[in-house]
């Protein structure tokens, strides 16, 4: 159903004692607002909007707890808009006609316009999202739309091309940390609360850069939790109760954490899927980034398949691609795609091993002369100096290969790349043994 605004109560009217911790320090400027500077921070987008009075429909893409909600609470606060909140979950056609309805009425009678806020946009259909081109187009009310969900997947087209996307990253430690302690420092509720560092690593670790879901364990292990008059300390046991989460034995930033990545590269090096997913399970409910252990997934599928399977690479970047889109949980389904696929296929680490070598050759012979036969002449003067004379095109030749020298001469004949017998790289050893056959 719509939220409206109706006092000055807090926004909507309703008593600010009555309201979760979450609404009762949402930011109400954009200097209060703790991460998002790409979008906020001095000359960004969002904050020259509000200098200038001037705000275009847009959409706010971005995980839960971003601050998706408090931008648009924001604008309409700064901007004296009127102010009307949709779920498209229990919304429907009805329900944004009457609110379109609403603001073209205050728009006429009071001059005042409304900016609509639609959380959740990518679960209307296409009717629902049609609906609103319309009053978008003609300026009745300016949409502010918020999804987790990919926005190029899930909105409509003529819709998206009506709005500015931006897109809202997760919080990271610090910011959330700066968040729960502007809670406990400023809410009347939250005075005598104070937190072990046990329960500092837990909240954070447990919120995973979703500042609601931090607060909102925080309230409750708060409401829950006993202690001296005047005060609580609450410790991490305290929450893991609270939330009914076990405290995970991880530290993203101390020794278990490379401990467990280590464990979890090795398991797959050494072909154990099963080993490797629970090393995967063990990061992701101790906090981990996924796109950490995404990028690692890039690096060994390099470092340790190769050519040996020279789809892994693609697989593992297609699986990092999908964290960005999907985020958790879901992407913890991909990771564990790539993870499963990359433990069971062969190994080869003979193109890890080669740029070793070849960047130690170039740090030893960095003035060593490329082949005159090799040199490009784009000039006159260069062809008469010799430059490309003798070079033997390998497509004029049958097999699209002729026997010539490629590398200088003082590395002639050097091998670098040794590939191995494993999978796909067999048929690369095999191949360049025939060509070059005095080197393989």
Known sequence: ????????????????STMPLAERVRPRSLDDIAGQ??????????????????????????????????????????LDFRFEQLSAIDAGVRDVRQALERAAQARSVEGRRTLLFIDEIHRFNKAQQDSLLHAIEQGVVILIGATTENPS?????????????????????????????????????????????DAWEFLLHYAAGDARKALNALEATAAMTGGA???????????????????????????????????????????????ALFW???????????????????????????????????LAMSVFSAVEVIGLPEARINLAQGVTYLAGCPKSNASYLGIKLAQKASAELSL????????????????????????????????????????PDVLRGQVFYKPTMEGRERFIRERLQELWKRRY
Not at 42 to 58: D, N, T, Y
Not at 162 to 173: D, G, I, N
Request: hydrophobic share 40%.
């Open 280 to 314: 995967l399970a063990r990061m992701l409910e101790g906090g981990e980034d996924p796109r950490f252990i995404a990028r690692r997934l890039v690096i060994f599928a390099s470092e340790d398949v190769g050519n040996a399977d020279p789809y892994a690479l693609t």
């Open 368 to 407: 060593a002369p490329v082949p005159m036969h090799l040199r490009n002449a784009p000039t006159k003067l260069m062809k008469a100096s010799g430059y490309g004379e003798g070079y033997l095109y390998p497509h004029d030749f049958p097999g699209h290969f002729t026997t010539q020298q490629y590398a």
């Open 37 to 78: 500077q790409h979008l906020v921070g001095p000359k960004a987008p969002l904050r020259r909007f509000i200098e200038e009075g001037q705000l275009p429909s847009m959409l706010f893409w971005g995980p839960p707890g971003s601050g998706k909600t408090t931008l648009a609470e924001i604008f309409a606060r700064s």
């Open 229 to 275: 008059p005047g005060q609580k300390m609450l410790s991490g046991s305290h929450l893991a109760e609270a939330v009914q989460q076990r405290q995970p034995v991880y530290d993203r930033k101390g020794e278990y954490h490379y401990d467990i990545i280590s464990a979890f590269i090795k398991s797959l090096r050494g072909s154990d899927p099963d080993a």
């Open 153 to 197: 997947f899930e909105v409509n087209a003529a819709l998206l091309s009506r709005m500015q996307v931006y897109a809202l990253k997760p919080l990271e430690e610090e910011e959330l940390r700066i968040v729960i302690e502007r809670a406990l420092g400023c809410d009347d509720a939250m005075q005598d609360v104070f937190l072990a560092d």
């Open 1 to 16: 159903m719509a939220r409206v605004e109706q006092s000055q109560q807090g926004l909507f009217g309703v008593p600010e």
